[in-house]
């Protein structure tokens, strides 16, 4: 099976724009996390998606807002870019509530 | 609310040698826990998990961890180290929603010659 995939791998944005970030699971499976790593506060939960509703959110700003679809692709958005908004985003799918397979990320820079 | 600490952010061995990365949680729930590893520039590999059952756990590329409910640890061992295995390492924890992990900071294992 092929893993998880997001595209795109890197992307620089201005401060004040908006970007939105792709990631498509494991076929078959039906929920898919979001995570923001950054050197300074790890490895963060923003948002997890089943059966395209949102089930359980992290302690981030309304500025970031994802989606699904219904064949369970997923998108994230954020809104007025900051530049504490660089970091590695991280896409993760489960078939299970409790094993996680991740993607290899977006390296999102602000400048 | 679940979480896990990671002792020691930075651990170097010699090749060959045991490798240990401690991890202790905190958990108002029975615990699922697990441990991933991260490459430069790639996503988290999942090496092996705990979430019932027997509490010694075996993992990808020789790595086993022992999930210890009256030490609150899960510490992550391999018998002998090689050069390949330096990376970041991460533990977590499921939240108390099931719906995602709560990791700890990381611990960076060096490998050396």
């Known amino acids: 099976k092929a893993g998880v995939t997001q595209t795109p791998r890197y992307l620089i944005k201005t401060r004040g724009q908006q970007v939105t970030l792709s990631c498509s699971p494991i076929s078959g499976h039906r929920s898919v996390s979001w995570y923001q790593q950054t050197p300074g506060q790890g490895l963060q939960f923003l948002f997890e998606?089943?059966?395209?509703?949102?089930?359980n959110k992290g302690n981030f700003p309304g500025r970031f807002s994802g989606r699904q679809f219904s064949n369970s692709r997923s998108e994230m958005n954020v809104s007025t870019l900051e530049l504490g908004d660089s970091a590695l985003y991280l896409c993760a799918s489960s078939s299970e509530f409790y094993e996680q397979y991740f993607g290899p990320g977006t390296r999102l820079t602000v400048t | 609310a679940q979480s896990v600490t990671q002792l020691g952010s930075h651990v170097s061995v010699s090749e060959g040698a045991l490798v240990l990365l401690r991890c202790n949680y905190s958990?108002?729930?029975?615990?699922?826990l697990f441990w991933y590893v991260q490459y430069p520039n790639q996503g988290l590999q999942l090496l092996l998990k705990y979430t019932t059952g027997a509490t010694l756990v075996k993992g990808i590329n020789g790595f086993e961890a022992e999930f210890k409910k009256s030490e609150t640890s899960f510490h992550l061992t391999k018998p002998s180290a090689h050069m390949s295995d330096a990376a970041e390492y991460f533990c977590a924890v499921t939240t108390t929603s099931g719906y995602a992990l709560n990791f700890g900071k990381g611990t960076s294992l060096l490998v050396t010659p």
């Open positions: 998606y089943f059966s395209e509703t949102q089930r």
């Open positions: 958990s108002s729930v029975p615990p699922y």
